[in-house]
């Protein structure tokens, strides 16, 4: 089983960043894949960026050139720093982790950007 914990949530100003942080403990051996992804109210769960075990990244179209998705394996951390945040990026944004053939989900952080 892997836990996460996610942190750095807030609420921000349109323009403004935020980085958010999530920490993988339990049984971390085989994790390939960590993410973010975003609810907002009343919309589905939608992706956000990837980063995969060889460094490698995706990101929403809606995201890219703002977000930047990074890992600390030796912390078995991944980031997401957000710059130039719109109020369309308001969500709960969770952070995913693919071990093996198992997805796993963070508890979630609220990012709130104001106009």
């Known amino acids: 089983q892997v836990q996460l914990v996610e942190s750095g949530g807030g609420l921000v100003q349109a323009g403004g960043s935020l980085r958010l942080s999530c920490a993988a403990s339990?049984?971390?051996?085989?994790?390939?894949?960590m993410g973010w992804y975003r609810q907002a109210p009343g919309n589905q769960r939608d992706f956000v960026a990837t980063?995969?075990?060889?460094?490698?990244?995706n990101y929403a179209d809606s995201v890219k050139g703002r977000f930047t998705i990074s890992r600390d394996n030796a912390k078995n951390t991944v980031y997401l720093q957000m710059n130039s945040l719109k109020p369309e990026d308001t969500a709960v944004y969770y952070c995913n982790v693919l071990q093996w053939a198992n997805n796993y989900w963070g508890q979630g952080t609220q990012v709130t950007v104001s106009s």
């Open positions: 980063i995969t075990s060889g460094i490698s990244t």
């Open positions: 339990g049984i971390i051996s085989g994790i390939r894949t």
